[in-house]
C-alpha cells in the first residue's frame, strides 16, 4: 500500500532553514507528481509546492516562492522540501502529497493529490 512518511520538522527560528524529507513507498514514484501541502493552526489546506515525475518541472504557491526549493530522488524514492528564510507564518504541519494521476504535470491544487502522510510540524518562533 501507498506509504509517505515525512521527517525533519521541528522549531526554527525566523529567518532560518529546515529542510523536510519524504519516504515514499508501496508504489512506482518516478510514474507520479508529487507535492507538499500545510496546514497552519484554524487555517484550511494550502498547497504548498509540487514537482514532476522526472524533477523536471518544480510549482510554488506564490507565498512561498523564492525561499523554498521543492526536490526529489527517484533512484532513493525520496521528496524534499528545503525551506530557507523562513517566517512565522509558515507555521503549520507539513504533509509529503502524491498525485492521482500518472505522468500528470502541473499538479497545483490539494483536490488533485490522492495520498498524504501524517505530516511533520514546523514552527517558526523567535
Known amino acids: 500500500q501507498v506509504q509517505l512518511v515525512e521527517s525533519g520538522g521541528g522549531l526554527a527560528q525566523p529567518g532560518g532553514s529546515l529542510r523536510l524529507s519524504c519516504a515514499a513507498s508501496?508504489?512506482?514514484?518516478?510514474?507520479?507528481?508529487m507535492g507538499w501541502a500545510r496546514q497552519a493552526p484554524g487555517k484550511g489546506l494550502e498547497w504548498v509546492s509540487g514537482i514532476y515525475c522526472d524533477g523536471s518541472a518544480t510549482y510554488y504557491a506564490d507565498s512561498v516562492k523564492g525561499r523554498f526549493t521543492i526536490s526529489r530522488d527517484n533512484v532513493k524514492n525520496m521528496l524534499y522540501l528545503q525551506m530557507d528564510s523562513l517566517k512565522p507564518e509558515d507555521t503549520a504541519l507539513y504533509y509529503c502529497?502524491?498525485?492521482?494521476?500518472?505522468?500528470?504535470?502541473?499538479?497545483?491544487?490539494?483536490?488533485?493529490?490522492?495520498?498524504w502522510g501524517q505530516g511533520t510540524q514546523v514552527t517558526v518562533s523567535s
Open positions: 502529497i502524491k498525485a492521482e494521476e500518472l505522468n500528470r504535470d502541473y499538479v497545483i491544487r490539494v483536490a488533485e493529490y490522492d495520498y
Open positions: 508501496g508504489f512506482t514514484f518516478a510514474s507520479y507528481a
